[in-house]
Nanobody, 127 residues
């Protein structure tokens, strides 16, 4: 089990932007698949974006074009920049890693593949 720590959540108005960060131990950011998930009240946790060890990225249909996932291996940090936020983007955002994969697969954000999670950071988007 690894400890992931998210930060950067907050409250914004619709159309605003937020930058979320996730710090992991050691060199997991450079070696394994990292992803962001979110969970709205009463809904299941869903994938938002993922990045592989090679830098390849994947995005959910709902966030494609409105967010960018990136990583800084030297700082063991994965960042999710979100723009043009909508009220439906409200939820708890979690960082996760799959320590069995280095590269994205055909289903890069299947939550059952991720066994290491952070505590989450809250995002609230008001209309």
């Amino acid at each position: 089990q690894v400890r992931l720590m998210e930060s950067g959540g907050g409250s914004v108005q619709a159309g605003g932007s937020l930058r979320l960060s996730c710090v992991g131990p050691g060199n997991i950011v450079s070696r394994y698949v990292m992803a962001w998930f979110r969970q709205a009240p009463g809904k299941e946790r869903e994938g938002v974006a993922a990045i592989g060890a090679d830098g390849n990225t994947a995005y959910s249909d709902s966030m494609k074009g409105r967010c960018t996932i990136s990583k800084d291996s030297a700082k063991n940090t994965v960042t999710l920049e979100m723009n043009n936020l909508k009220p439906e983007d409200t939820g708890m955002y979690y960082c996760a890693t799959d320590l069995t994969r280095r590269y994205l697969t055909a289903a890069p954000m299947d939550r059952v593949d991720y066994h290491n999670w952070g505590q989450g950071t809250q995002v609230i988007v008001s209309s």
